[in-house]
T-cell receptor, first 115, second 109 residues
């Protein structure tokens, strides 16, 4: 099992550019989420999904879009990159509400720099 | 706004010493998770605590859930350099899983 995979590992964007961060999991998990982590801080929830076709906003959703067309994939789109979006982005998955809901498996992260 | 407060923010100790880090909330939570994150990697789950007053041990790590289920602590006995990392606590608020700011632990040889 690959677990949770994220691509790319590193990315540099210019202000105003758009891009999609990819996330996939092969554990048949219902719940998937995106976090950003800034220096010296914990993880802040951007968007999450409780199943295919269902997404919702987290703490810091502005400037980001998500969709969940399959159980496996949960891409994060930056619409118009800004320097404030420079961060490390983590995707995570878990079994979904019920047993194991709280126990998340994380991908290795995408380090994004916006100049 | 952080729903979970972790303290201290940073802790530096010598190998062999003991340490305790804390996670506190103003509201009751049904369960709490502790994760460890090493540099350049994603967080890895260490333990879930569910019952007020619960104590769980994972080798040299002892996790305690407060009786009122508003706080938790992680105690490391005889720390090793491999314990270096960012320790994060997490709880659920509805369908949202949120994290504290973390405690960065540095164990020096």
């Amino acid at each position: 099992n690959a677990g949770v995979t994220q691509t790319p590992k590193f990315q540099v964007l210019k202000t105003g550019q758009s891009m999609t961060l990819q996330c996939a999991q092969d554990m048949n998990h219902e719940y998937m989420s995106w976090y950003r982590q800034d220096p010296g801080m914990g993880l802040r929830l951007i968007h999450y999904s409780v199943g295919a076709g269902i997404t919702d906003q987290g703490e810091v959703p502005n400037g980001y879009n998500v969709s969940r067309s399959t159980t496996e994939d949960f891409p994060l789109r930056l619409l118009s990159a800004a320097p404030s979006q420079t961060s490390v982005y983590f995707c995570a998955s878990s079994r979904g509400p019920g047993v194991g809901f709280y126990e998340q498996y994380f991908g290795p992260g995408t380090r994004l720099t916006v100049t | 706004t952080q729903l979970l407060e972790q303290s201290p923010q940073f802790l530096s100790i010598q190998e062999g010493e003991n340490l305790t880090v804390y996670c506190n909330s103003s509201s009751v939570f049904s369960s709490l998770q502790w994760y460890r994150q090493e540099p350049g990697e994603g967080p890895v789950l260490l333990v879930t605590v569910v019952t007020g007053g619960e104590v769980k041990k994972l080798k040299r790590l002892t996790f305690q859930f407060g009786d009122a289920r508003k706080d938790s602590s992680l105690h490391i006995t005889a720390a090793q350099t491999g314990d270096t990392g960012l320790y994060l606590c997490s709880k659920a608020a509805g369908n949202k899983l949120t994290f504290g700011g973390g405690t960065r632990v540095l164990v020096k040889p």
